[in-house]
């Protein structure tokens, strides 16, 4: 045989490949979805993809041969960055893994792992092989690459896109990641899929569950898009703003002025009024470059913004109470979410800026009931642990525990802590302070409105102790100045910082316990 003619492994390789099963794509194409192999051609640079173990192959429950053995793996660049893509073939056993399947991904986990590049995982169905689990011979061993995502977590960014089914294993695998987005009126998650559930509780699930929309209410995901191109878009975007491993260099970019619009009224934006609403979105597109924003998990805790962005080209992850909901109060799941960004970008060496404008914690029974104790000792800690610089902006409000939990003042020992100048600190407002302190004072009030008088008189007497300009005076703040003076602070700043900030480490330990 000369080389004219096509060679044993290439007749095989092109049977499994897309050309090779018109019958399978159009199936899937039917189903209003891309391929395994198209979405990692969209997804990555061109002619980059270098498939890794096309020729395995399972065993489906029917007995024939599955193609790749439902996993479609490799490495690739995307924006001239290595990465490795592990992509379900949904036409292909349903995307399921058997033994070969979870060894190709074990493969290419270590391969992430001994490089130092990202992990992309492009989820359609999947998760183990029910016909293999059922055999103690099979799944008793476990599955390896549980241990393996596990340690890959903080070392190389996890990214997820949900792409069709995905209860079950795919879901557990995806909340491990750093980044996770879904496509609405394609994508399912959940612990388990309908019939199971069904069978178990009696209860039925459907999109108002296990939808995209819902899963991100929930907090199982960092963004519901429409098609799989946004998700696509999405990934890139995210991976372009950390760096390929803990402890690689961060993607410096060049510098882009913010949104025009923002910029010119952010000096408006936040109101004299401590009751007045105004939106933290429209505060952060003023202070970060324009279209940098990488928003995660709005629709959980909406009253708390997290995101990644960049100041003059410079990532930055950003903490901001949201005064457009429930005030911006700190409640346990605001608390969770903020936590969770100290991780992000205290594993990757990102800055974190936080913006306070909150009245404190949340009180009440449901806030008893939702664990806020722990919540918030939980954010406490994440602060207090992070390694890299802090920088905290006071643009209003920052009453109470709230104002120390979200790294107010000197708390934390921030690099940079500067105050707007409507800005008010205290361990809470006059008017709650007026009626626990001067409790017998009010109650002598001989009418209702005599009260309401003699409530305003007093918490009037304390509205300048309040003032950013009082919290200066005790050195709470580096500087007060204008929000539109800020980026200019954090442009000069953000070069200078290093990398991880040093900590003095009073006592030897290994880590702090993790709260309940």
């Known amino acids: 045989m000369t080389y004219d003619e096509p060679l044993p492994h290439e007749l095989a390789l092109a049977a499994v490949l897309d050309e090779g099963r018109p019958e399978a794509v159009a199936k899937q194409h039917g189903r209003g979805k891309l391929t395994a192999r198209e979405r990692i051609a969209a997804l990555v640079d061109h002619n980059t993809f270098r498939e890794i173990g096309a020729l395995t192959a399972g065993t489906g429950p029917d007995g024939r041969p599955v193609p790749a053995d439902g996993v479609v793996c490799g490495t690739a660049d995307i924006d001239e960055r290595p990465v490795v893509v ?8 349903g995307g399921s893994s058997g033994a070969v399947g979870n060894q190709k991904i074990e493969r290419l986990c270590t391969i992430a792992a001994t490089r130092g590049i990202p992990v992309v995982m492009l989820m359609d169905g999947g998760g183990h092989r029910i016909h293999e689990g059922l055999d103690a011979k099979e799944f008793a061993i476990g599955v390896d690459v549980q241990h393996l995502h596990t340690r890959l977590s903080g070392w190389v960014p996890l ?15 995806a909340s491990l990641c750093d980044y ?23 209860e039925v699930l459907d999109d108002s569950v296990s939808g995209p929309d819902a899963q991100a209410r929930f907090g199982n995901l960092d963004a519901a ?46 109101s004299a009024d401590p009751r007045a609403a105004y939106d933290m979105y429209d505060v952060l597109a003023g202070l970060v470059d324009e279209d940098s924003e990488v928003d995660l998990r709005p629709a959980y805790a909406p009253n708390m913004v997290t995101m990644l962005a960049r100041v003059t080209g410079h990532p930055l992850g950003i903490i901001a109470s949201q005064p457009a909901v429930r005030a911006g109060q700190l409640d ?43 919540a918030s000792i939980r954010l406490s800690a994440a602060y207090g642990a992070a390694t890299v610089p802090l920088l905290t902006v006071v643009a209003r409000k920052g009453y109470g525990g709230g104002y120390v939990m979200m790294s107010g003042g000197r708390t934390f020992s921030p ?15 006059a008017e709650t302070a007026v009626e626990l302190v001067f409790k017998r004072d009010l109650e002598a009030a001989a009418s209702p409105e005599e009260r309401a008088a003699k409530k305003q008189e007093i918490a009037a007497a304390f509205d ?53």
Request: glycine share 8%; aromatic share 4%.
């Open 86 to 93: 592990v992509a379900s073939d949904f036409t292909a056993a």
């Open 225 to 270: 898009v429409d098609t799989e191109e946004e998700a696509l878009d999405a990934i890139r975007l995210y991976l372009d703003t950390l760096p390929s491993n803990a402890e690689a260099p961060l993607p410096i970019r060049a510098a882009e002025a913010p949104a025009a619009r923002a910029a010119a009224l952010l000096d408006e934006t936040v």
């Open 159 to 173: 990214v997820a896109a949900i792409l069709g089914p995905g209860f079950g294993a795919p879901t557990l695998t």
């Open 464 to 516: 300048d102790r309040a003032s950013a300009v009082r919290g200066a005076e005790g050195f709470g703040y580096d500087a007060v100045i204008r929000p539109s003076e800020t980026r200019a602070w954090l442009a000069e700043l953000l070069p200078q910082l290093p990398r991880h900030r040093l900590m003095e480490t009073l006592t030897p330990r290994r880590h702090g316990v993790e709260p309940l």
């Open 180 to 202: 996770v987005v879904a496509v609405r009126g394609i994508a399912t998650l959940g612990m388990a899929p309908p019939p199971l559930v069904k069978a178990a509780t009696g």
């Open 332 to 374: 346990a799941a605001a608390c969770a979410k903020a936590s969770r960004l100290v991780s992000l970008c205290d594993a990757y060496g990102i800055p974190v800026l936080t913006v306070i404008d909150l009245p404190g914690l949340a009180v009440g029974i449901e806030a008893e009931r939702s664990g806020l104790g722990r």
């Open 415 to 429: 690099e940079l802590v500067v105050g707007w100048p409507h800005a008010e600190t205290a361990v809470m407002a």
